[in-house]
């Protein structure tokens, strides 16, 4: 079983909708991370997370600790936001080094 | 600032020839890693670096050798090009300590016929 789970793992939406994508993962963690990766290959950090919920823009990220659990919500999607969303980990166990554990991404794409 | 550079930016290679992927940074970022990104999986780290004059193994280490030649450089190195080496390479940094933001290269396509 893989230590952190993305779903969907493909979104089509129309422009305008509200979208969400969701990150569960196994482990014990220090911190979270949402990527963008587009589609040109580039991967960009979104968002770091210990607690709570953060804004940037349209973009909202929160989780929640005790349920091992983050979401990434977009609100009026816009085509320009099609991309790859990766949740990464960094896990607090011994000898993880702090190093980050991946999900295989959420390939998301708006249409106009 | 250019952040992190890859060189090359896609190479094909014929099993068993060997090559060197070079990274550099100008952010003056302690930590420095390779990973692969391969269809249907997520990124999976081969090495990182976490400070300068050293490194280690990742999850995927095999068939793969690195130098940290600076605290800007960090290259990567297959001696003995194999098929299933075949994916993309990002390269990344980070300042040092658990959790920091890390900052991707444009990633480097080989293909290993």
């Known amino acids: 079983k893989n230590e952190v789970e993305q779903s969907p793992q493909n979104l089509t939406a129309q422009e305008g909708e509200f979208i969400t994508i969701n990150c569960s993962y196994s482990?014990?963690?220090?911190?979270l991370h949402w990527l963008q990766q587009h589609p040109g290959g580039g991967i960009v950090s979104l968002f770091m997370?210990?607690?709570g919920k953060k804004k940037h823009g349209r973009l909202i990220a929160t989780i929640n600790i005790q349920e091992k659990h983050s979401s990434l919500h977009i609100t009026a999607s816009h085509p320009r936001d099609s991309a790859v969303y990766i949740c990464a980990v960094i896990p607090n166990y011994g000898g993880s080094q702090g190093n980050l554990i991946f999900g295989k991404g959420t390939k998301l794409s708006v249409k106009p | 600032n250019a952040g992190v550079t890859q060189t090359p930016k896609f190479q094909v290679l014929k099993t068993g020839q060997s090559m060197t992927l070079q990274c550099a940074q100008d952010m003056n970022h302690n930590s420095m890693y390779w990973y692969r990104q391969d269809p249907g999986m997520g990124l999976r780290l081969i090495y990182y670096?976490?400070?300068?004059?050293t490194t280690d193994k990742g999850e995927v280490p095999n068939g793969y050798n690195v130098s940290r030649l600076n605290k800007r450089e960090f290259s990567l190195r297959l001696e003995s090009a194999a098929p299933s080496q075949t994916s993309v390479y990002f390269c990344a940094s980070s300042d040092w300590g658990r959790g920091r933001t890390q900052y991707f290269g444009p990633g480097t396509r080989l293909l290993v016929l």
């Open positions: 670096s976490a400070s300068e004059g």
């Open positions: 482990v014990g963690i220090s911190a």
């Open positions: 997370l210990s607690s």
